[in-house]
């Protein structure tokens, strides 16, 4: 693989903010674990004693040693995942990936329509610092925008809906937030790990975002460009059921819980997720 080629966006820098769960890990289930880097989750999907394991998205920039350390806690000294799975290509969900594979020399996957944003052809829409909700989105224009090169180690996920190294998993097409966004459902269990089709914390405050104060919501508002496909893709995932949530940011949801909020969710997504005002607002939406 050509190592060289391999780039951050020339904007990849440490964000200013910091949540009170960050480097917390959390077992959801025996093969589950969430860890919390910054404000961003990541997952580690597989049993510890196996050896055998899977990472989910990568991290917020700068975030490389604290997920190494992370992935030594639960899996051992110098242990590495079979793969790498993206939710997308947000700066928060793939800080770290270069750091990640020139240690690990582990593939990577995301959707097809991902791909421009991850090897350096295309730059996401620019965030949205006019929307309501707070300081975060205030300071979203300063967050990184530009694409990553991944180049050769990054693949398009089978487009039969398998995950590689994962598979009890189905991969499940959930775009809004960004073109090729994707979550990741195993049927047996009902286990969605939903990327940021929706939250559990209101990404757009900074008190939220701190705090962790869980409160399912829709989207990060400043960086989501169709609102009317992610209300579709939340619609879609309330209708798979998911016994246990565990989404970019927030803490996990389960049960009862989850159940209802989900549920409201997909039926008042216009009051509860789409903002008022915003220059991606009204854009693409069916009235």
Known sequence: MEKEQLSYGSDYKPIPATSITSGVGIEVIPDLYCCNVQIVNICLVGKPESKDFILVDAGTPGSADTIFSMVEGRF??????KAIILTHGHFDHVGAILELVKRWNVPVFAHELE???LTGKECYPAPDPSVEGGMVAKLSSLFPNEPINLGSYVQALPADGRVPEMPEFKWIHTPGHTPGHVSLFR????????GDAFVT????SLYSVL????EISGPPRYLT????RSWESVKKLEQLRPAVAVTGHGLPMIGKDLEGNLSKLANDFDKLAIPDYGKYVGKNMKH
Do not use: A
């Open 76 to 81: 051992g000294v110098d242990s590495q995942p």
């Open 115 to 117: 791909m421009p944003f």
């Open 187 to 194: 049927e047996k269990d009902r286990v969605l790990i939903v």
């Open 201 to 204: 914390v209101k990404q757009e």
């Open 211 to 214: 705090t962790q104060e869980l």
């Open 225 to 228: 460009p169709d609102w009317q």
